[in-house]
């Protein structure tokens, strides 16, 4: 495993966005949990507006000056992201905000009313998205959520599972679910699963 890449991903998370896309977050809690259902979620309208995204907008091409501003070489990047378990042929990222931060989605969808009403500020929603049936292997995000936040999923479309820290957990339809990324876990899912993703700008759902 590259550590020179690994520690570098520490601090500007497994994308390295840095300080990018993000908004100042709010910490008012020492610990947080590991794992925590959030709230019930009305999957299938926004799983619909998945179906007709527009799924040319490109995730990885349209950050590539995170990679030169950050001197981290492409193609060691993406071999180490092949050995975690994210490479091109199962698992893919189509982001609903440009590389600016600004929302690619309707402001009248569902989406939009979702992410309007959510009781925190949100930020970098994107969905995540394989391809094939998908492992990745043990790892964390990044180190920093006063950089890159709280992370949410929702399921779209299919349960799946994960493991923090050696617990499993199954992220059920139909919910909302808070992950720390900053502890060590993994996840697999079956072909097709689709997830919205999103980070929070504080704790206090937590």
Known sequence: MN????????????????????????????????????????????????????????????????????????????????????????????????????YLFNKDSNTAQFFDAWPTMIFRPQYNYTLNDWHAKNHIDHTDSLTHGYRVLIPLNKNFDMTIENITYTLELGYAYFIDVTRKHSAWAQKDRVALSFQMADDTLL
């Open 3 to 102: 550590t020179v890449i690994r520690k570098k991903l520490d601090i500007l998370d497994l994308m390295p966005l840095g300080k990018k896309e993000t908004l100042p977050v709010r910490q008012t809690k020492l610990v947080v949990p590991a794992f925590k259902k959030l709230c019930k979620v009305d999957y299938k309208l926004l799983y619909n507006e998945f179906l007709s995204y527009n799924k040319e907008i490109k995730y990885f091409a349209d950050r590539f000056e995170s990679f030169i501003e950050n001197d981290i070489d492409v193609d060691e990047y993406k071999a180490y992201m092949e050995e975690l378990g994210f490479n091109k042929d199962t698992y893919v990222v189509y982001p609903l905000r440009d590389k600016f931060g600004k």
